[in-house]
């Protein structure tokens, strides 16, 4: 109800409590008058007060760009998502054979094997051969935690929901802070449980150009960054590096343990012209696997 009718509804029962008044001298007239005015009162300034807190909330999800599902703080089902009118963007690489990765990994190798039926009803078949930790990629707990699981033990649905894009102008070797995230919180609004949190660094622009500084060179995070994003509830936390971590495995440890999944290499977070948006992916259910490629999509508006 809005206030005008609010308003209107008070002026309609305080002049019929004025009439009751004015026809009756009776004490008793009197004071249902003024019980009945004082309760419309208190009905008006509880309806205006929920008005403005609507009002209110409203506001705050438009101006931090919360999505509507994620500012009420409730949990998110996918029936609640509609994508209807939404862009999207490729967030993954391709794979190719020559593709930046590190040197110890084998790199994918795609062989023809054979033809199989006539010319009317013909079938192409290859064989692949690659390491799951090139590439677009998720890594599986037991990538670094031998007690944990692989890939088949990851929830399907961790890559299909709502997501953060943390902007930083940054350049190398850059250690990415609890403060680089509480910047971003503070101007587009705290990061919500089961939000995954996305870096758009540019490093990504460097895949072809300078594969070697891409795999040696690159903007990762640090141990207390990674546990406040596992104590913030994140989802899955993406890179757009190799790595969050520079050599030993320390933030994958912290992340993967916290039960927030890694996906490495993704790109072209830049063109998502949104910062918080809904990434759309699943993977390969690879029995024993310690990783997986994945192809994202990020839907914005």
Known sequence: ??????????????????????????????????????????????????????????????????????????????????????????????????????????????????????????????????????GTHMDAPFHVLEEEGTIESVDPTVLIGPACIIRLDVDGDYEITVDDVKNWEAEHGEIQPGEAVMFDTNHDKIWESDPQEYITNYPHLVAETAEYLVQKGARFVGCEAISPDTSEPVCHKILLGGGTEVVENVCNLDQVEADRCYVVATFANVQGSTGVWTRLLAYYK
């Open 1 to 134: 109800m809005n206030k005008k009718k609010v308003v209107a509804m008070i002026a309609c029962m305080t002049m019929a409590v004025s009439m009751v008044g004015c026809s009756s001298n009776s004490t008793s007239t009197t004071a249902a008058a003024a019980q009945t005015t004082a309760a419309a009162e208190t009905t008006a300034a509880e309806t205006t007060t929920e008005a403005e807190t609507t009002t209110e909330a409203e506001t705050s999800a438009e101006e931090t760009s919360v999505p509507e599902e994620v500012a009420s703080g409730e949990e998110i089902l996918f029936s609640d998502i509609n994508l209807a009118g939404y862009k999207y963007v490729d967030i993954s690489h391709l794979v190719e054979a020559e593709m930046p990765a590190d040197p110890a990994l084998k790199l994918p190798e795609l062989n023809f094997f054979s033809q199989i039926g006539t010319d009317d009803a013909m079938y192409n078949l290859e064989v692949i051969s690659y390491c799951p930790h090139t």
